[in-house]
Nanobody
């Protein structure tokens, strides 16, 4: 069982920055697939950034150049640094984890509880 605890959401003005954190439990947490998703009101949940075996770090087009995903294996934590925030980035942000093999992610996905990011114009 993996538990994910998020923090860092807040209300900021457009152009501002935030760093989201996702602290995970479990001795194998650091070797898993990790990601950040977001869901705006009335919209589907979308993947924002991923760290997966064989593919490294990937971002959805709308955040490329503004968001950076990273992880600290010593702290069992992964992060989403968000710069140049726009009103359209307003959403509930969720961290996500799955077990990883050398080439893919597998098993039950685990989700954090969500942290709200609100960007005002």
């Amino acid at each position: 069982q993996v538990q994910l605890v998020e923090s860092g959401g807040a209300s900021v003005a457009a152009g501002g920055s935030l760093r989201l954190s996702c602290a995970g439990s479990g001795s194998y947490y650091a070797t898993g697939c990790m990601a950040w998703f977001r869901q705006a009101p009335g919209k589907k949940r979308e993947g924002v950034a991923f760290i997966t075996p064989g593919e490294g770090t990937r971002y959805t087009d709308s955040v490329k150049g503004r968001f950076t995903m990273s992880k600290d294996n010593t702290k069992n934590t992964h992060y989403l640094q968000m710069n140049g925030l726009k009103p359209e980035d307003t959403a509930m942000y969720y961290c996500w984890w799955r077990h990883a093999s050398s080439s893919n992610c597998y098993g039950e996905p685990y989700w954090g509880q969500g942290t709200q990011v609100t960007v005002s114009s």
